[in-house]
T-cell receptor
Framework: EAQVTQNPRYLITVTGKKLTVTCSQN?????MSWYRQDPGLGLRQIYY???????DKGDVPEGYKVSRKEKRNFPLILESPSPNQTSLYFC???????????????FGSGTRLTVV | QQQVKQSPQSLIVQKGGISIINCAYE??????FPWYQQFPGKGPALLIA?????SEKKEGRFTISFNKSAKQFSLHIMDSQPGDSATYFC?????????????FGAGTRLFVKA
């Protein structure tokens, strides 16, 4: 089944403890992206990657890192999480870079992160 | 300049009625405007999309109307059904500031009463 897999689905952590949220897609998509979803703010883009080894900042990159060493994986790293990073995170991918093409972005099921 | 304003925040419609959600953008560099539908516990999924060279696009019960001069676009759901109850996000995509940006609206929670 074509999908974007995020892990973990739920995570509670403490301030300052480094964490990684993994994202993997099995559709050979070139474009991958991370978003955070907060009530009243919608989805805000954190980072995106047009292809392997090519990443760029979205609207809210502060406090996050990403890497794209392989086409299928695009992990999101929080080096020193803070409570304001408590949110619902989505990874997305698409074959057509940028717009998502006729099928749009394929989103993962989300990771709910709580930082205490 | 990169904001996308979406309204209303929430909407209640009777079964069979028309649901209308509006979005406005500011930056004319945006050139692709999709709508995404999200059910609870799921990621968003593409519903319908339009480019600014077209004023209207229809797919089944879903229609996008696009007003380039006003920098506004809207989603119309005809014959709304309880199964349409979900959160809807508009988005604007384009090459901005040397990169490719996707800006989503804040979302509209639609509830269709049976």
């Amino acid at each position: 089944e074509a999908q974007v897999t995020q892990n973990p689905r739920y995570l509670i952590t403490v301030t300052g403890k480094k964490l990684t949220v993994t994202c993997s897609q099995n559709m050979n998509h070139e474009y991958m992206s991370w978003y955070r979803q907060d009530p009243g703010l919608g989805l805000r883009q954190i980072y995106y990657s047009m292809n392997v080894e090519v990443t760029d900042k979205g609207d809210v990159p502060e406090g996050y890192k990403v890497s794209r060493k392989e086409k299928r994986n695009f992990p999101l790293i929080l080096e020193s999480p803070s409570p304001n990073q408590t949110s619902l995170y989505f990874c997305a991918s698409s074959y057509s870079s940028g717009t998502g093409g006729k099928n749009g972005y394929t989103f993962g099921s989300g990771t709910r992160l709580t930082v205490v | 300049q990169q904001q996308v304003k979406q309204s209303p925040q929430s909407l209640i419609v009777q079964k069979g009625g028309i649901s209308i959600i509006n979005c406005a953008y500011e930056n004319t560099a945006f050139d692709y405007f999709p709508w995404y539908q999200q059910f609870p516990g799921k990621g968003p999924a593409l519903l319908i999309a339009i480019r600014p060279d077209v004023s209207e696009k229809k797919e089944g019960r879903f229609t996008i109307s696009f007003n380039k001069s006003a920098k506004q676009f809207s989603l119309h759901i005809m014959d709304s059904q309880p199964g349409d109850s979900a959160t809807y996000f508009c988005a604007a995509i384009g090459a901005l500031g040397g990169g490719f940006k996707t800006i989503f609206g804040a979302g509209t929670r639609l509830f269709v009463k049976a």
